[in-house]
Structures are given as C-alpha cells and as structure tokens.
C-alpha cells in the first residue's frame, strides 16, 4: 500500500518567518500527493496537489509544496507565516484499493503552531 | 461554491446505543467515502461507493458499522452498538472524477460516554 509519514507532531514558528511541514513517501511508482489542513472541529480543506510535471507546486492561502523524488519527499512550505495559518496540517497519497478504486491514505498529521 | 453536507455535526451518545449519521455529497459526485478521524491520528477509511455500489469496505467493523447509499445520492453509516472506542470525527468525502479529486465535508465529532 501506498503510504506518507510526517516526522513530527509539532511545528512552531514565529509569525512572518519561513515555515517547513515535513512529508516522506513510500510509494510503488509514480505517487499522487496531497496536503490538507484541517482546523478545530472542521473537515479538512484542499490545499495543493502533485500528479506530474514541475516539482514545485502552489497552492492555496499562498503555501507551495516540492516534490523530490530522490529524498521520497513532498514538503509543505510558505515564505511567511501568518497566525491564522496555526491548524492540523496532513499529508496524503492516493492508492488503489482492493477493488480498483482508489483512496487518500494519510500521514498522522502535523499540529503547526505560529506565535505573534 | 458546492460543498458536502454532513448532519449532524455533533453527536453525544452513550455506548450501547445506536447512532446514524448522514452525507450528502456534491451534486453528481459518484464516489463517495466515509473516513474516521481519532484525535491526534490522520483520517482512515471506512468505506468506499461508486454510485450505489460498495467498492471497499476492508476497514469497516461490520459487527456493529453498516454504511448505505441507496440511490447512490445521499449516504448513512450506522454504528449499532456504539463502543467508548468509537468517539471520533467522522468525515464524508466525494470525488467527481474517480482518483483525482476529494471534497471533503465538515465531519461529525461523536462522544461515547
């Protein structure tokens, strides 16, 4: 099966500096990625995706993502954090499932913390 | 903007009873998935229709979990008896084109007591 880990639980930054969610693959052949953020007691929101092409990926609420396929990674990154961007961060990979269908299996997601 | 619709959004039920939630997914959306969420843990699957048809239903308790979505529309998933293991968010999804897309709706946070 297709899966994603996030290496950490938390993340902390200070408003305005550059912020980094980690994201590791482990996937056979060409991996569909996805981030989502979800805040308290809401559902989770499309962030960004990779299917193909440029590795570099923008997405909403100005986050962008780089897929390196060397490193197995998708990291989540903006140039500048805003308070309102503190929420549950989560990782996501589609796989086929055992009827041909196809699914997101998550990461156990990353709790991002930015302070004023 | 479309959006999925999911009833109730909280739910407090005592274990042994039997709760029903509900999805209405994006008008036209043939696939439609029901996710469970336990604090501090990413979403996993419960199950997966294409239109009226279960596709996957590998992770689905089904001693005391039932899901339908009869007119391949609207969904219920059903949990009989209810377990103190059980409080979690439950997340509805759909998905237009099979694999490239998921919309997923606000969830309901249920509290066994």
């Known amino acids: 099966a297709q899966s994603v880990a996030q290496p950490e639980d938390q993340v902390n930054v200070a408003e305005g500096n550059p912020l980094t969610v980690k994201c590791t693959y482990s996937v056979s052949g060409n991996p569909y990625l996805f981030w989502y953020v979800q805040y308290p007691n809401r559902g989770l929101q499309f962030l960004l995706k990779y299917i193909t092409g440029d590795n570099l990926v923008k997405g909403s609420y100005g986050f962008e993502a780089e897929f390196n396929k060397s490193q197995t990674s998708f990291h989540l990154k903006k140039p500048s954090a805003l308070v309102s961007d503190s929420a549950l961060y989560f990782c996501a990979v589609r796989d086929r499932n055992s009827n041909s269908g196809y699914a997101l299996n998550f990461g156990k997601g990353t709790s991002l913390l930015v302070t004023p | 903007e479309a959006e999925v619709a999911q009833s109730p959004r909280y739910k407090i039920t005592e274990k042994s009873q039997a709760v029903a939630f509900w999805c209405d997914p994006i008008s036209g959306h043939a696939t439609l998935y029901w996710y469970r969420q336990i604090l501090g843990q ?26 339908e979505r009869l007119k391949g529309v609207d969904s219920t998933l059903k949990i009989q008896p209810a377990e103190l293991g059980d409080s979690a968010m439950y997340l509805c999804a759909s998905s237009l084109e099979v694999g490239t897309f998921w919309f997923f709706g606000p969830g309901t946070r249920l509290t066994v007591l």
């Not at chain 2, 199950?47 to 001693?63: C, G, H, I, M, N």
């Open chain 2, 42 to 67: 990413g979403p996993e699957l419960l199950v997966q229709f294409q239109d009226e048809s279960v596709v996957d239903d590998s992770q689905l308790p089904k001693d005391r979990f039932s899901a």
